[in-house]
């Protein structure tokens, strides 16, 4: 089993940069896909970007070139650094893991951690 705990969410100004971190335990994730999707409130759990065991790094269109996804294997973590964000960008963003590969669509991944609050006022 693996156990995902998010933190660094917080409010935000429109414009300003927050590092989100995710924190694995139970087992070394160094051979996980890691993800993470947001969640506003009334909408569907959207893909915000991945990294693949191999280091491999992909992100939606909506916040490329603003986010990056990273992970410290010999901390366990994976981070995802926002910058100029946006009011529409605000969400609880929610860190995910697969074994191996694993691509833009929820059901691919098999750990999720609780979330965390990101608001950006505007």
């Known amino acids: 089993q693996v156990q995902l705990v998010e933190s660094g969410g917080r409010l935000v100004q429109a414009g300003g940069s927050l590092r989100l971190s995710c924190a694995a335990s139970g087992r070394t994730v160094t051979n996980y896909a890691m993800a993470w999707f947001r969640q506003a409130p009334g909408q569907e759990r959207e893909y915000v970007a991945n990294i693949q065991w191999t280091g491999g790094t992909y992100y939606a269109d909506s916040v490329k070139g603003r986010f990056t996804i990273s992970r410290d294997n010999a901390k366990n973590t994976v981070y995802l650094q926002m910058n100029s964000l946006k009011p529409e960008d605000a969400a609880v963003y929610y860190c995910?893991?697969?074994?191996?590969?694993?691509?833009?669509?929820?059901?691919?991944?098999?750990?999720w951690g609780q979330g965390t609050q990101v608001t950006v006022s505007s």
């Open positions: 995910a893991a697969a074994f191996k590969y694993a691509g833009g669509q929820p059901g691919e991944y098999d750990y």
